[in-house]
């Protein structure tokens, strides 16, 4: 059931009430999207299976949402249905490339468009993007053209610089001195990434005109790379790092922040976009079909012997 919450304010110089009603979804549901294996991320190679990292489902599901995995290599129907019935999507990190027919950036084009044309049309539906969904964010929003920087930020958590932008963007405009803090100084933010957007990326190609970016970072070679940035129109937001992986992933020998204020500044980015998807009413039409797309129908298998992810979700192409 949705919670309606209604405000009514007396005027009394005309003696008359107006009342505005807010509505809030206190069961949101969030599509995560598969992909496709890559050797680097599974030596046990199985191309005929697609999987997600349990540590998304659990970033979001510990922030009060439901999780609905979305499946590659669907039709354009598939993904348009998908949208219209959950209350919006993570793009999560990984190793799939851009130009692999059928498989996460394909199925992330789709959801892209279907997220932008409601947005457009004033249904308020949130995607964010982490580190290989952040890159495929903006690879999407500039019509498919590469503009990504070879860099090395691998294995390392750091603290965020900030820019002028930060304090009055959405993702980071209301969150608490204490959050701010601790991302400004401690090594909270875990990095795995060896591509980086650049200012120079997104001015060349105009991405500057829609979109801006909070916080950035250095590479070991001081390259400096945007870590995080927003729709300047639309709940659309990118993170490089990986803050699911403070509460969630234990590998040995990878630098996975886990001190108490690591794990309270990623719960801040769970609460952030789990509030976000909160705030439209889309479900599906009777439970039944509701109940067959979500994530516990699907069994997740303990991977760390074998990939880089604690526990995974495996699907058949």
Known sequence: MRNTVVLCFMLSVIGQCSCVESTTNNHPIIGV???EKVLESDPQLNTHVSYIAAS?????????ARIVPIMINKTDKYYENITNHVNGVLLPGGDAQFDAPGGYSEAGRKLFDHAMKMNQAGDYFPVLGICLGFELLTFLAANNVEHRARCFSYNEALPLQFTGSFFTSKLFGNAPSSTIGILGKENVTANFHRYCLTEKNITELHLDEEW???TT???????KFISSLEHKNYPLYGLQFHPEKNIYEWKKGKVHPHSANAIRVSQYFANFFVNE?????????IEPEERIHLIYNYPAKYTIDRTV????????I
């Open 309 to 316: 992810f604690e526990q995974c979700y495996e699907f058949e």
């Open 217 to 223: 970072n250095k590479d070991s070679d001081g390259l």
């Open 277 to 285: 998807a909160r705030k439209n009413a889309h479900k599906f039409p």
């Open 56 to 64: 998304y489902v659990k970033f979001l599901e510990g922030a009060g």
């Open 33 to 35: 999207l598969a992909q």
């Open 212 to 214: 801006q970016f909070m």
